[in-house]
Every structure is written in C-alpha cells, then in structure tokens.
C-alpha cells in the first residue's frame, strides 16, 4: 500500500537536545511539508520542498532544520534552538507543490519534553 | 491576508446530519478541501471542491460552496460514532502559493 510513514510515533527531548523526526513516503509525491499542530489550533507550516535537494521556509521555520536528499524521505530535525517544542508533527506530501494538489498525510509523531 | 476560520465544536445526535462550516477570505483559491482527523492521528483527505462548483456529492457527505458569501460546508448524513473527529477546511490557490491555508479545526461531538 502506498502511504506516508513517519516515526516514531512519540519521541521525548532533553534539554539542549537535537531530535530528528523521520518521514517517507513512497507516492512518488514530488512535494512534501512539516507542520506543527498544537491543540485547539490549526496545522502551521515549518517547511516544505517542492523537490529533491531543494526546500523553503515556511510560517514558523526558527529552531527547525530539514533535508532533502531523497525523493522520498524528508526528515526534520528539532534542534535546542527550538524553545517550546512539545507538539504534534505532522508530514504530508502531493503530487506537485501546488495548492490545487491534495495533501496526503502521515500519522504523526507527538514530541514531549523530558 | 488569508484567513479561514470555523466553529470550534458542532454536537449532534447520533442519526441526525451535522453541517460543518467554513468561511475564508481570499476568492481567489482554487480549490477547498475537508480533511478529518481522528485522535492520535494524521489528517485523511474527506472530499475537496473545484472553486467554480456549487455542490459535490460522496455517499453520506455533501459540500456546498457558496463563492458570494465566501462559505464552505460538510454535510454528513445519518451521522455516526464512526464520525467523532475534528474536521479541517483548507483553502489551495493555483498559483506559485505552495500553501494550503488552514482552519482552527471543528470538534464533532456525537451524542447517543
């Protein structure tokens, strides 16, 4: 079946810590994104690439890092410059960048601090 | 700039239709999507809207857009305890805007 997996599913930080949040998907999606769901609150958008080796900052970038290498894996890191991290993060993918493509999602991974 | 927003929580009766609403801002979106979100998990693509239709239909779910008012529903028929779940409207533009804009998410609350 083809789909989006992210891992882990929870993962704890401490403090000054960097963690990396995994996301493949094998759609062939050329596009794929981060967003960061807090409760009661809507999705915003960390980062998004439109293609391989290539990615752009999105609404609320500062104290995240990703990379593009692979067409299907695109990993955030959460580094110590992220004060307030404890959320749920979300990674998606479409066809193209474009806001007429559907967004596919993974199931997430809830980040806590430790 | 861009704006969506919706109610927070809908509560309805079990067997009865829910409307979740939706109203944006900018017109000039292509394309507006439903998405649903169950607890602990990823958001699932429900249904999505081309801008110059008026209604979609699919099984139990009914959109309607009305481009005038700027507003968006769902409509789930016979609503079930299978349907507790937030409900998300998005906002897509067929430009070079890579973004979805997003709403805050309604709560669908089912009562027996």
């Known amino acids: 079946d083809g789909g989006i997996t992210q891992s882990p599913k929870y993962l704890f930080r401490k403090e000054g810590q960097n963690v990396t949040l995994s996301c493949e998907q094998n759609?062939?999606?050329?596009?794929m994104y981060w967003y960061r769901q807090d409760p009661g609150q809507g999705l915003r958008l960390i980062y998004y690439?439109?293609?391989?080796?290539?990615?752009q900052k999105g609404d609320i970038a500062e104290g995240y890092s990703v990379s593009r290498e692979k067409k299907e894996s695109f990993p955030l890191t959460v580094t110590s410059a992220q004060k307030n991290p404890t959320a749920f993060y979300l990674c998606?993918?479409?066809?193209?960048?474009?806001?007429?493509?559907?967004?596919?999602f993974g199931d997430g991974t809830r980040l806590s601090i430790l | 700039g861009e704006d969506v927003e919706q109610s927070l929580f809908l509560s309805v009766r079990e067997g009865d239709s829910s409307v979740i609403n939706c109203t944006y801002t900018?017109?000039?979106?292509?394309?507006l999507y439903w998405y649903k979100q169950e607890p602990g998990a990823g958001l699932q693509l429900l249904t999505y809207?081309?801008?110059n239709m008026d209604m979609k239909q699919d099984q139990r779910l009914t959109v309607l857009l009305n481009k005038k008012d700027k507003h968006l529903s769902l409509r789930i028929a016979d609503t079930q305890t299978g349907d507790s779940a937030i409900y998300f409207c998005?906002?897509?533009?067929?430009?070079?805007?890579?973004?979805?804009?997003w709403g805050a998410g309604t709560k669908l609350i089912i009562k027996p």
């Open positions: 900018d017109s000039s979106s292509t394309y």
């Open positions: 690439s439109q293609i391989v080796n290539d990615f």
């Open positions: 998606a993918s479409s066809m193209e960048g474009w806001g007429n493509q559907p967004q596919h």
């Open positions: 809207i081309f801008s």
């Open positions: 998005a906002e897509g533009f067929m430009d070079s805007n890579y973004q979805l804009i």
């Open positions: 759609l062939n999606h050329d596009a």
